[in-house]
């Protein structure tokens, strides 16, 4: 089991992101500073031993005269330097007197008998002296087999460090609070879009997006931050135009779903209550005639009907809404010329009222559809002209192909569709006129099972209305070349086959049956 970190890094881990960085910041800076300052004082120091070493060697040169001369060396060069002169021929190094040295004479000693074993021209070396403190040390051979040995302090150069060593520190401090002071405003106002990305995020979650109706009109700031900023804001911004899209479809479908629901409730409420109202009628039946009986039980099994064929709407729409599952069609090869005639004629036996002329011509056209639903379709098209509009009124269907297409279209020259209502005329349950009385108008759910089924079937219906008439076109798609019937379907006079629209002038009904 992992443990939750604790203590600095926990601290480190709560804090801002301009924080972290500035921090981060000052952390590299105080590196390199480190780094440069201990390299300009190595250098320093080096520079400073090598003038001093070289002030030793022009001073020697003068003292290496005075021991040839006089055995030793009288004339002193600096204050503070020592020298002395070793006799080194016998093995070990003998001072000779007088010589000017400190109480702790063992290093010039050492470094006169280490030059003449090594036998190179001289020999420096860097040590403390007693309590005088640390000296440069530099050997010269005078001749052979005498030394020269001269010491020479060390503090300036020690002090000269130790100044530069606190310049730096002093210099570097006040670098480094001014980059971490100003490089954190810099950050933060270069990490002010991620700032009002978090703020417009925080924003949004005060909306309440359970609502039907709810809208994210909020979008991240304006431009500036650089490219990988524009970048995330553009990101942040197309994931926000993607959840408003979810969300309005979402409200749309539960408004959708809503009307539906409220839709079929009222629908199934008429016909249940009329079977309730009847069957409480039934408790006097010993008191009723005959005949009045009968009606009664006429009217129950009328809605009890009229409330299945609503049912079945409901279950077929349903299925065909989750065809992905099952697939309700049995599609084969169908001569729509003959399937036409059949609605026809059971058109004309309904609708009396409505004289019906048919455009098919003697050419079948076979695409593979299922031939009872699509006789569903037609059956609901010719009723929906039927009822909405007068008597009298010409009700018109047509058959024609195209190299892709075949093309049903039922028309009628009624008063025609409102304008505001075509593009709801397929809607479940809706109503142009909602005036009118359920004896008279449908369910609502004709045009909408009859746009399911084509749909299903890979076409579509197109609706074209205007004053004076009304056309629903119904488009099925072709077999590939080869599987249906060579010949085109011709007009009833034995010409051309007629448009879809040659049964009639364009228009239908001034209601819909959707």
Request: glycine letters at 8%; charged letters at 25%.
């Amino acid at each position: 089991m992992r443990r939750a970190p604790s203590g600095p890094r926990q601290a480190y881990g709560r804090l801002r992101l301009g924080t972290r960085l500035a921090l981060g910041l000052g952390v590299l800076s105080l590196t390199v500073f480190a780094v440069v300052g201990t390299v300009l004082t190595t250098y320093m120091r080096d520079y400073l031993e090598r003038q001093l070493s070289d002030r030793m060697k022009s001073a020697q040169v003068i003292q290496a005269k005075d021991a040839i001369e006089h055995g030793t060396v009288r004339r002193e060069t600096y204050i503070g330097w020592y020298q002395a002169v070793y006799d080194v021929s016998g093995g070990e190094p003998r001072l000779r007197r007088p010589a000017a040295l400190p109480e702790d004479s063992a290093a010039f000693a050492s470094l006169a008998e280490r030059l003449a074993r090594s036998r190179a021209d001289d020999v420096f070396d860097t040590r403390p002296v007693g309590r005088e403190g640390v000296y440069r040390l530099r050997a010269c051979e005078v001749k052979p087999g005498v030394v020269l040995v001269t010491a020479a302090p060390t503090t300036d150069i020690e002090s000269t460090v130790t100044r530069l060593i606190t310049v730096q520190v002093i210099a570097f401090a006040l670098a480094l609070l001014a980059l971490v002071v100003f490089g954190r405003r810099t950050l933060r106002r270069g990490l002010k879009p991620l700032s009002d990305m978090a703020h417009t995020a925080h924003t949004i979650t005060s909306h309440d997006l359970t609502e039907s109706a709810a809208r994210l009109p909020l979008r991240a700031g304006p431009r500036g931050g650089g490219p990988e900023m524009e970048e995330l804001r553009t990101a942040f911004n197309t994931m926000l135009e993607h959840i408003d899209d979810s969300l309005a479809v979402r409200a749309e479908a539960e408004q959708r779903l809503r009307r539906f629901v409220a839709d079929a409730s009222h629908e199934l409420r008429t016909p249940l209550m009329s079977v309730r109202g009847y069957a409480d009628l039934f408790q006097y039946a010993a008191a009723n005639a005959p005949e009045e009986r009968d009606n009664h039980l006429s009217r129950l099994r009328a809605e009890a009907a009229r409330m299945g064929f609503l049912l079945d709407d409901l279950l077929l729409l349903a299925r065909l809404d989750a065809s992905e599952a099952e697939i309700p069609l049995r599609p084969a090869a169908t001569d729509l010329v003959e399937l036409v005639e059949q609605a026809a004629d059971a058109f004309r036996a309904s609708h009396p009222g409505h004289p019906l002329r048919t455009s098919t011509g003697p050419a079948a056209v076979c695409p593979a559809v299922d031939a009872q639903r699509l006789r569903q379709v037609l059956d609901n098209l010719l009723a929906n002209a039927a009822v909405h509009t007068p008597p009298g009124t010409e009700v018109s269907v047509s058959v024609a192909m195209t190299d892709a297409e075949a093309l049903l279209a039922v028309a009628d020259t009624g008063p025609g569709i409102p304008a505001a209502d075509r593009a709801r005329v397929f809607d479940r349950f809706y109503r142009v006129d909602r005036a009118r009385t359920r004896d008279r108008g449908g369910s609502g759910l004709g045009l909408s099972v009859a746009d399911s089924l084509i749909r299903a079937h890979g076409g579509a219906i197109d609706l074209t209305s205007g004053p004076g008439g009304t056309v629903f076109t119904v488009r099925l798609p072709l077999p590939l070349p080869g599987t249906r019937s060579s010949g085109s379907p011709t007009g009833g006079e034995g010409g051309p086959a007629a448009p879809p629209f040659a049964a009639g002038p364009v228009g239908r009904g001034a209601t819909a049956e959707p």
